[in-house]
């Protein structure tokens, strides 16, 4: 059984993550704080698997919880992920150097933050493996490096202006994480290999993930942030907007480089 600590200053958000929660087999929520001092005392009494830490909460942010959390007296650390409305690099990157271990940006998926946990706490909980066919197909979420780079993929996304709402926001953010574990899976693999991949996983078809991308980079183009779009993608405001293939090739070209700027 995964036990979770939820922290979030919105009681509205706390009331339906535990409801939510709460109905998924192997998980029970131990606890809910609403602010920093709360959550970490809430940590040490009862030892969670999983901690969902809100960035922005009263008394303690969750930056102060993390730089705080190293000084608690436990057994095992908690797996963190932190809920975040924001996509700045440099908050990222500070909660990446502190030891969190995934992000998810507000607003977003229930059943994807689901999936998520499992993965996550998975490996330490025998009950709640993650299906051998998410680790065969999809980039492992297991290690700094990945961690890093979905940190990167997220913050582009946001700054490109795709909503995390969209289906396509999370089938572009699972493709470009893809193409950056397997370099030579590109070109004629996009539809033969790698829609299919993503489609087992969110148990969609492949022209479904086709049309969810094409939906999110289309939004983006009309209402996002069409002048960094175009940076990216080396078009101009004459041009079409770009084809799910190029956008996900420059996505992966971007973290690269900013991969390469970190290290």
Not at 101 to 113: A, G, I, N
Not at 162 to 172: D, E, Q, R, S, T
Not at 217 to 222: E, N, P, S
């Amino acid at each position: 059984m995964l036990k979770i600590l939820i922290a979030d200053n919105n009681v509205g958000l706390c009331e339906t993550l535990e409801a939510f929660l709460e109905r998924q087999e192997a998980m029970q929520v131990v606890g809910v704080a609403h602010d920093g001092e709360e959550t970490l005392a809430l940590i040490e009494e009862r030892e969670p698997d999983v901690v969902l830490l809100d960035i922005t909460m009263p008394h303690l942010d969750g930056l102060g919880v993390m730089e705080r959390l190293s000084q608690l007296r436990l057994a095992h650390r908690p797996k963190i992920i932190v809920l975040t409305a924001f996509g700045r690099e440099d908050i990222i990157r500070r909660f990446t150097d502190l030891g969190a271990d995934y992000f998810v940006v507000k607003p977003f998926d229930l059943d994807v933050l689901a999936d998520r946990i499992r993965q996550f706490a998975g490996d330490a909980k025998e009950d709640t493996p993650v299906r051998d066919s998410e680790l065969n197909q999809l980039p492992r979420m297991t290690g700094r490096t990945t961690i890093n780079r979905e940190a990167m993929v997220t913050e582009l996304l946001h700054k490109i202006g795709i909503p995390a709402h969209f289906k396509g926001y999370n089938y572009l953010r699972d493709a470009v994480l893809v193409v950056l574990e397997e370099e030579g899976l590109f070109g004629g693999s996009l539809t033969k290999e790698l829609y299919p991949q993503l489609a087992e996983k969110y148990n969609t078809t492949p022209g479904g993930v086709e049309a969810a991308i094409r939906n999110a980079v289309i939004t983006a183009w009309d209402h996002g942030n069409r002048v960094f779009l175009e940076e990216l993608t080396g078009r101009t405001s004459k041009g079409r907007f770009p084809t799910n293939s190029l956008i996900i090739a420059k996505l992966a070209d971007q973290v690269k480089y900013k991969a390469r700027l970190s290290s």
